[in-house]
């Protein structure tokens, strides 16, 4: 079933980067998920500085408005991202071989080699990925209850978000609270479909217009079990 919803991103390849409000949420998006792209580039090379080869990339993606560049039938922003980020750390290993190589100082690893044998990157990326959208999932249903006040409840069953607890949990969680069991467990399936909205809505906000959400949903608990 798609999703009707407009989202950021496909606000922004509708304006091109035409408008302030298309770099803005762009902007919100690259910044959303730069810890996925810092963590790519520590694993493709845990020796060199990381920090800086996210930030060089992230002003280059904003200031050359590469998401101007997409097609017409555009990915989600993962993948857009993903061979964005790969294409950057490519040029920067060539110019950084270059510049060796003027010294007196090549490096002779082949490119594709620099990480050394070990999980595919574009895996890797997609499960940060994934992990990262429950992440902020988790931190928007943690602010929503702080204002509620249920602070203590949420603490108390935060570990059974992804995977609903036993009985004999109710019974002990709600004893630790002061609260009938029955009613812990109703709390608990209400912030469980809660927590799923809002995995939703973030992984909305990273898919063009027309794009099945529930496949997408579908993705996602796949590249949480790879």
């Known amino acids: 079933m798609s999703d009707a919803t407009t989202t950021r991103w496909s606000l922004i390849l509708a304006a091109r980067g035409a408008g ?26 845990p020796g060199a500085n990381a920090d800086d080869h996210t930030q060089s990339f992230f002003v280059h993606f904003l ?32 110019s950084e071989n270059a510049r060796k190589r003027d010294a007196g100082l090549a490096d ?11 999980p595919d990157p574009e895996h890797e990326f997609d499960r940060d990925w994934a992990l990262h959208v429950i992440h ?15 602070t203590k409840l949420f603490a108390a069953v935060q570990g059974y978000l992804l995977e609903p607890p036993e009985a004999s949990d109710y019974v002990r969680i709600g004893a630790a609270l002061g609260m009938p069991a029955n009613t812990v467990a109703v709390a608990v399936r209400r912030l469980r479909e809660r927590l799923r909205q809002l995995v939703r809505s973030e992984l909305a906000d990273t898919l063009p217009p027309g794009t099945d959400l529930d496949a997408e949903l579908q993705w996602l608990r796949q590249a949480l079990r790879g």
């Open 20 to 45: 302030r409000s298309a770099h803005a949420a762009l902007a919100q998006l690259c910044a959303a998920y730069r810890p996925v792209v810092l963590a790519h580039f520590q694993r493709l090379d």
């Open 63 to 94: 200031e050359q408005r590469l998401p101007d560049r997409a097609d017409a039938a555009p990915g989600s922003f993962r993948a857009f991202l993903y061979a964005a980020a790969r294409n950057h750390w490519r040029q920067s290993w060539r």
């Open 136 to 150: 902020r999932a988790r931190e928007r249903l943690k602010e929503g209850v702080a204002r509620s006040g249920r």
């Open 108 to 118: 002779a690893g082949a490119l594709d080699s620099i990480a050394g044998p070990g």
